[in-house]
């Protein structure tokens, strides 16, 4: 059973820097096509930016430019680099495989202030 470890979230001013973690344990990482979701109050999830095994990136037009996801496969880990933050980018931030969804994990919250 995989899990799923999101941090690294907070309060932060619009404008302002955030990075966020998440660790997975399980041996198949490395193989999976990896992605950050965000959910905010009353909204559906969505993929904000993804990762796949070769370390190729895609991201929605709404944070191009300002977010970087990368991995780091020796620890199971991967990250989002999110700059330039905005209010509308409040939410509550979660990883997870691009397919055939792990169990989510808690999320780690993300609150920009104007």
């Known amino acids: 059973q995989v899990q799923l470890v999101e941090s690294g979230g907070g309060l932060v001013q619009s404008g302002g820097s955030l990075r966020l973690s998440c660790v997975a344990s399980g041996s198949l990482f490395s193989f999976s096509a990896m992605g950050w979701y965000r959910q905010a109050p009353g909204k559906q999830r969505e993929l904000v930016a993804g990762?796949?095994?070769?370390?190729?990136?895609t991201y929605i037009d709404s944070v191009k430019g300002r977010f970087t996801i990368s991995r780091d496969n020796a620890k199971n880990a991967v990250y989002l680099q999110m700059n330039s933050l905005k209010p509308e980018d409040t939410a509550v931030y979660y990883c997870?495989?691009?397919?055939?969804?792990?169990?989510w994990g808690q999320g780690t919250q993300v609150t920009v202030s104007s």
């Open positions: 990762i796949d095994s070769v370390h190729s990136t």
């Open positions: 997870n495989r691009q397919r055939n969804w792990y169990d």
